[in-house]
């Protein structure tokens, strides 16, 4: 029911504001001020937190059921984070006042930035980017301005694998540059030959996610960044992915020059919705010069952000301030408390769980794409036998699984493989509610031979059954109706 179905007439909450604001003066031109009330709902506040909250039980979300879509890490993160980004010092701080006057939440930037470079083995950090796909631009942005300093204007080639993430071609394209794709080998790592076929002199930079969309990790990342240095070329990492190496390795140390993070599903933001999220920005000690404003600087015992004057090589602002703080001061915490041996069990558990997902699914008869790798923390199951022999499909497979009160994984990405499941458990889910995932699929797998018709117009216990898929992404109108009873 919707909430203007429930309205009663004269049934009102509480005023939040004082009265007297009903007689303040205004400078608004009497010809564009509301003469009447404005149409909504009559209801108690009650009768609101009542709707809000059923309408939000009818969502799928990770705090009530698992939530393994592949490429998001879509996993749970620590209260504690949240509640120490809420202190009060932190959240009274306005984002144009001096210096002296925040050193507390600088000094937490700082440590950030700092802790951020360790991890990712970079020479430093910028935490303006807004989101990770603001990193990606900023990464390649001053790899654009290095080239044009160096004078090596000719470098206006992207490489850019079939297994990066969808952001990657579109990023390079908004900066100028012309995108070559290159193709994968039978293992899921980077064709080395067809990425040697492809280097010349025109390489500016290749764009790397690792492990890849494909869930894999790249065998041949070594060779890979010394064919790209050899013809003074760039290695963009795409941090996205960074969970399944946290602790373990470091993108700088097996040669990448520039990377963003993202902070808001790595450490502890919730991502998707589009909410709030952070995509800092690290590099190599090269590229220094060109990272995005501002940054933290600590001189002596006091805590400063940078000026212009002294950061006079950099592309610029990204950001009204040092970048989205709620979500920095998240990450800030969740490294915290990890500390460095936690860091490295979130890489242990990411990848753990995945390859038990895997194998578990393997033994059951599902099709891994790629059969004889381990999963880097996510992996491909294909349906193309399945839908050889029963008519069965990716899609059918994960409006199933809504049934079974799971959320479907990642459907039809990465596009190289034919009716793939992109499956990302995360390392927050225990081994039982992985294996109500197996159970499920297992069950789903028993039904695609005795009741094919069935499984092809699920889900069949949700409030809403099989949807038009076009017109429920984009419905042509939204329609709110007041309806008086009176």
């Not at 205004?26 to 709902?41: A, D, F, K, Y």
């Not at 941090?239 to 470091?250: D, E, Q, S």
């Not at 190289?416 to 990302?424: R, V």
Request: positive net charge; aromatic residues 6%; glycine residues 6%.
């Amino acid at each position: 029911m919707l909430i203007f179905e429930q309205s009663t007439q004269h049934r009102a909450n509480h005023h939040l504001y004082p009265h007297e604001c009903d007689q303040l003066s205004t400078n608004i031109p009497q010809s564009l001020q509301r003469m009447n009330p404005p149409g909504l709902p009559e209801v108690s506040e009650l009768e609101v937190v009542r709707h809000y909250t059923k309408l939000s039980q009818k969502n799928f979300s990770i705090t009530t059921q698992i939530y393994p879509l592949g490429s998001c890490t879509m996993k749970y993160n620590p209260w504690a984070c949240h509640q120490l980004a809420m202190l009060p010092n932190f959240l009274q701080v306005h984002p144009l006042a001096p210096d002296s006057h925040m050193q507390g939440t600088l000094q937490v930037m700082f440590e950030l930035q700092e802790m951020l470079a360790s991890l990712s083995g970079m020479a430093g950090c910028s935490l303006s980017p807004m989101a990770g796909a603001q990193g990606e631009l900023a990464g390649l942005l001053m790899i654009k301005k290095y080239l044009k300093q160096k004078k090596l204007h000719h470098k206006n080639i992207v490489l850019v694998p079939q297994s990066a993430h969808g952001t990657n071609p579109a990023t390079a394209r908004m900066c100028g540059f012309e995108i070559v794709e290159i193709a994968s080998d039978s293992r899921g790592n980077v064709d080395l030959d067809n990425l040697k076929r492809n280097i010349n002199d025109a390489t500016a930079a290749i764009m790397l996610t690792n492990p890849s969309t494909y869930g894999l990790y790249e065998e041949h990342i070594s060779t890979i960044a010394t064919c790209i240095h050899e013809v003074q070329g760039l290695l963009y990492y795409d941090g996205a992915n960074l969970n399944a190496l946290l602790g373990k390795v470091r993108p700088g140390d097996i040669g990448f020059d520039v990377m963003h993070t993202n902070l808001h599903k790595t450490f502890a933001t919730p991502h998707g919705g589009g909410g709030p999220g952070s995509g800092a920005v690290l590099c190599s000690k090269r590229l220094l010069p060109y990272l995005p404003a501002p940054r933290v600087y600590k001189d002596k015992q006091k805590y400063r952000i940078s000026n212009e004057k002294e950061f006079s090589q950099s592309i610029g602002r990204l950001s009204g301030g040092i970048g989205n703080v709620g979500v920095l001061l998240r990450a800030y915490s969740y490294i915290r408390l990890l500390g460095k041996q936690g860091a490295s069990r979130v890489a242990e558990f990411a990848v753990l769980n995945a390859n038990y997902l895997l194998r578990q699914l393997e033994k059951a008869g599902y099709s891994p794409a790629f059969p004889n790798r381990n999963a880097g923390h996510e992996f491909i199951i294909t349906l193309a036998p399945e839908l050889k022999q029963h008519g069965i499909t990716a899609l059918h497979i994960a409006k199933n699984l809504l049934d079974y009160d799971i959320h479907p994984p990642t459907t039809y990405f990465p596009l190289q493989i034919p009716e793939c499941l992109l499956f990302e458990p995360t390392e927050t889910e225990s081994k039982q509610a992985l294996d109500s995932v197996i159970a499920a699929l297992i069950d789903i797998r028993r039904r695609i031979s005795s009741e094919p018709e069935k499984l092809k117009s699920a889900p069949h216990t949700q409030r809403l059954n099989r949807l038009d898929d076009t017109r429920a992404s984009h419905p042509k109108h939204l329609c709110l109706r007041h309806q008086n009873k009176n």
